[in-house]
C-alpha cells in the first residue's frame, strides 16, 4: 500500500485541551483521540470532566489552549454546527431528545443541515433500531429509557456522521438494554463510523473499546487499549472495583 499523509494521525484529536466554565480550569492538558472506525471510550470519577471533554471536542467551551483537529484540520475555531458539517455528531448526557415530538420528527431534526433526500436515512436508522421504526409515529416522551436513547443516537446518525460522540449512552438502563446498546454501537462502529463515547459502566465499555482513557481531575490518568486497562492493577482496583 502507498503512504498516505491523511492516515499520520487519528482520524479525531483534541490535543493537550485546557479550559473550564469560568476563571478555573476544568480540562488540564486533556489529550483524546479516536482513530477512523474505532471505538474510544472515556471513563472516571464523577465531575472529572469527561461531559466538558465532550463539549469541548464538540465547540461547547472555548479552550484556553490546545486544539481539535479533524481528519487533519483545525477545526478548534469552528461553532458546533460547523463541525456537524464537517462530519461530527454528538449526543448529549441530557436533555438529547425532544420529548413532545414523535421520533420521526426527532429522527427529521437531526436532518436540519441536509438539503438531500433524509429518507434513505431515516430508513437505515430503523434498520439499526427496528423498534423506533414500529413507534415512530409515538412521543419520544412515552418510550423507555433505553428506546430514548436509539432516538437520540438515531437522531445524530441523520446528518450522516464521520465521527459519533456519545455522552453516556447507556445511562438509566437494565444490563440487557445496555448490552443491546453497545451492540448496536459496534455496528455503527463497523460501517466505519468512528465512535467516542464516555461510559459509566465502564468495565462492559473498556471490554468493546479499541482505546481507552480513565480521566481524573480534567487530566489523562491512564491511556491504553480497552484490554490494557482492563489487565492493569491500579486501574482495575481504582476504577473498576478490583
Ligand atoms: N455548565 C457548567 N458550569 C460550571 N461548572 C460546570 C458546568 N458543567 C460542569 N461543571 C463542573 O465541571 C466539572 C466537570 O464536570 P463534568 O460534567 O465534565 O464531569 P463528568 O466527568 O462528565 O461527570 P459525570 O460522571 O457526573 O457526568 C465539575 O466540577 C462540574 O461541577
Ligand atoms: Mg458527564
Excluded at 72 to 90: C, H, S, Y
Excluded at 95 to 105: A, C, G, K, L, R
Excluded at 143 to 151: A, D, E, K
Excluded at 200 to 228: C, K, M, P
Amino acid at each position: 500500500m502507498s503512504p498516505d499523509t491523511t492516515q499520520a494521525e487519528p482520524y479525531l484529536v483534541g490535543e493537550a485541551m485546557t479550559g473550564g466554565y469560568g476563571a478555573a480550569d476544568i480540562l488540564k492538558t486533556c489529550t483524546i483521540t479516536a482513530a477512523k472506525g474505532e471505538i474510544a471510550v472515556i471513563v472516571g470519577p464523577n465531575g472529572a470532566g469527561k461531559s466538558t471533554a465532550m463539549k469541548a471536542l464538540f465547540g461547547m467551551l472555548p479552550l484556553r489552549s490546545g486544539s481539535v483537529r479533524l481528519g487533519g484540520e483545525d477545526i478548534t475555531a469552528l461553532q458546533p454546527q460547523q463541525r456537524v458539517a464537517k462530519g461530527m455528531g454528538f449526543v448529549p448526557q441530557t436533555h438529547n431528545v425532544f420529548t413532545s415530538m414523535t421520533v420521526e420528527e426527532n429522527l427529521e431534526m437531526g436532518a436540519f443541515l441536509r438539503r438531500d433526500d433524509i429518507r434513505k436515512t431515516i430508513e437505515q436508522v430503523y434498520d439499526l433500531f427496528p423498534i423506533l421504526r414500529e413507534k415512530r409515529r409515538q412521543p419520544a416522551g412515552e418510550l423507555s429509557g433505553g428506546q430514548r436513547q436509539q432516538v437520540a443516537v438515531g437522531r445524530a446518525l441523520m446528518t450522516e456522521p464521520q465521527v459519533l460522540m456519545l455522552d453516556e449512552p447507556t445511562a438509566g438502563v437494565s444490563p440487557i438494554v445496555m448490552d443491546e446498546l453497545f451492540d448496536r454501537i459496534i455496528d455503527v462502529a463497523r460501517i466505519g463510523i468512528t465512535i467516542l463515547m464516555v461510559e459509566q459502566n465502564a468495565r462492559q465499555a473498556l471490554e468493546i473499546a479499541d482505546r481507552g482513557y480513565v480521566l481524573v481531575q480534567g487530566g489523562n490518568r491512564f491511556t491504553g487499549s480497552g484490554r490494557e486497562l482492563l489487565d492493569n492493577p491500579e486501574v482495575r482496583r481504582t476504577f473498576l472495583g478490583g
